[in-house]
């Protein structure tokens, strides 16, 4: 088990936002959460990134007690994410923001005497990831001057660069036109390969093509857990979500 | 906070056009033209850990006066009350000025904007009023009878302003090589990140506040450099160098020149120096000059003179 979460309890003043909530997540595994508008998926998310604490329930990551971990320690840790809204660095290129995130897979983000752009196992990688992540041709692009979707590809690409253990990816869909939908489908498909992944979504389609297993949130509660096959004939889900 | 763009060619390019010009003018210049240059560089310096802060880190501070005071002080007693020769004591004064910010920087650096602006806006004000008023530091005189550095013994008459004015631009050169490494390094790359999207950086797992609290050290180590070769310059220190307006106008200066490529905070410095010198010495209304200068390039030239050479450049190719 790589991540575990136990009776989580979120409360904004008297609105009950998780009401305990348990999620398990297995390594290399994609699961889905998924749930109405206002279910709770993103205060999860943020829960889960250190983002937000929880007012009860624990979070075990490895075996490792992360409830009172903040999201830098989270994130040294494993547990990367991708934000709903693009959050890059506007001014820096791909390269860079690549190499970047890569200075804390190798450790030396407090080094002052080397160049960046020096460093050759750093831009190596950052070369590579740019290339996994289809913006090979954009590397001396800033990411403020990408297309909508290719810094939606961008954002995960820093996500991956950290060397994660865990992705933790919040809409990672959201606004993209079909084909780009389509595109970073098939990106997840190939990252799912070689990392734990927990996807937000609120598009079905893209929970069925890419999760193993799906929970279902409703007002703050889980109320459903499966795989697709499970949800799509679960009468509650079909009740409660899809409105069937 | 907007920075201009990362180009570390242009950068040393100015860099040299810049210094030629201060050798040239050093050498055939007269007296005061000498202790002109001498006093532009130790802007400079004051002016560079400015930039540094605010364009790595996103740190506008307006409490920077009390580190060249720290240094200016730090000097001062230093060298007249323990006999501490002027160059050690303007290394001292690096460390205590680092140590300084780094325990200010330490309570500080998890703000942002304007409440950054408003703690260390009161923080140098703190200062200014308590020197002004501490007999230990010569209340509103000041301190006199700060020596230069004494090269004699391998024949260098520091007391000669054409031999100062080198000395300072020595140190300006080491301190801009030292923030260029810093700057292209990870740890700088990090500080630029910070200032466009903080958020990020700790969801990627950065040291945020570290990263940041370093900055501002080093920042206010290298202000209390300037302070310590501004009094050695002039021989005297008085509360008036703390005032939050010296921070201000360095603002200004970083600005003028172009926030974030140091470089363009030497030229800032020189530009607003010389105007400031040159226009009082002509009108009376001199500061509304500078005041209007400045409105227009913060509405229309938001890169300062860096965007300008950097469009030159761009057409010239």
Not at chain 2, 120 to 143: H, P, Q, R
Request: hydrophobic share 45%; glycine share 8%; charged share 15%.
């Amino acid at each position: 088990m790589l991540l575990s979460l136990n009776n989580i309890n979120k409360s904004f003043g008297a609105i009950k936002v998780l009401n305990n909530v348990n999620i398990i997540s297995e390594r290399k595994e994609c699961i889905g959460i998924i749930g109405p508008n206002g279910a709770g998926k993103s205060t999860l998310f943020k829960v889960i990134s250190g983002n937000l604490k929880q007012d009860t329930g624990d979070i075990f990551f490895n075996n490792t007690n992360i409830t009172n971990f903040n999201t830098e320690k989270r994130a040294r840790l494993g547990i990367s994410q991708s934000f709903q809204k693009n959050s890059l660095f506007p001014e820096m290129t791909v390269k860079e923001s690549l190499a970047l995130a890569l200075t804390h897979k190798y450790n030396v983000s407090f080094n002052i005497f080397n160049s960046l752009v020096n460093n050759k196992n750093i831009n190596t990688d950052a070369i590579n990831i740019a290339k996994d992540i289809g913006l090979s041709d954009y590397l001396e692009t800033k990411s403020d001057n990408l297309a909508y979707g290719l810094q939606r590809q961008l954002e995960l690409g820093i996500a991956i660069a950290c060397n994660p253990t865990l992705l933790l990816l919040d809409e990672p869909t959201a606004g993209m036109s079909p084909l780009e939908t389509k595109e970073i489908i098939k990106l997840i498909k190939k990252l799912s390969i070689n990392y734990s992944i927990i996807l937000v979504e609120h598009d079905m389609e893209v929970i069925y093509e890419l999760a193993k297993r799906i929970y279902v949130l409703d007002r703050g509660s889980l109320i459903f857990e499966g795989d697709q096959k499970s949800v799509k004939n679960s009468e509650l889900v079909q009740q409660k979500y899809l409105g069937i | 906070m907007r920075a201009v763009n990362y180009n570390p060619k242009l950068r040393l390019q100015l860099l040299l056009i810049l210094l030629s010009i201060s050798i040239i003018a050093n050498i055939f210049g007269s007296y005061f033209t000498r202790f002109f240059i001498a006093e532009i560089t130790i802007l400079s310096i004051f002016a560079i850990s400015l930039d540094f802060i605010a364009s790595r880190g996103g740190m506008v501070s307006l409490g920077h006066a009390m580190f060249l005071g720290i240094g200016a002080y730090s000097t001062a007693i230093l060298s007249i009350n323990y006999g501490i020769s002027p160059l050690s004591s303007t290394l001292s004064t690096f460390i205590i000025g680092a140590i300084i910010g780094l325990i200010i920087g330490y309570f500080i650096v998890f703000l942002d904007g304007i409440f950054f602006i408003m703690v260390t806006l009161a923080l140098g004000e703190m200062f200014n009023a308590w020197v002004f008023t501490s007999d230990f530091l010569g209340g509103s005189d000041g301190i006199s009878g700060i020596i230069r550095p004494d090269f004699s013994q391998i024949g260098i008459d520091m007391n000669n302003p054409l031999t100062f004015s080198f000395y300072v631009i020595l140190w300006l050169l080491g301190i801009y090589f030292l923030l260029t490494k810093i700057t292209d390094a990870p740890l700088g790359r990090n500080l630029d990140a910070i200032r466009q999207n903080s958020h990020r950086i700790s969801a990627i797992g950065g040291y945020t506040k570290a990263y940041k609290a370093i900055a501002f050290s080093l920042s206010a180590g290298i202000a209390s450099i300037a302070g310590s070769l501004y009094v050695q310059l002039n021989g005297f220190i008085s509360p008036e160098l703390t005032h939050w307006t010296v921070s201000g106008e360095g603002l200004i200066m970083i600005i003028v020149g172009g926030i974030g490529s140091i470089s363009g905070a030497i030229l800032g410095a020189t530009v607003v120096h010389i105007i400031q010198h040159e226009l009082s010495n002509i009108i009376n209304w001199w500061m509304l000059v500078i005041g209007f200068g400045f409105i227009f390039i913060v509405l229309f030239m938001q890169d300062g003179l860096w965007g300008l050479l950097e469009r030159i450049q761009k057409k010239l190719k």
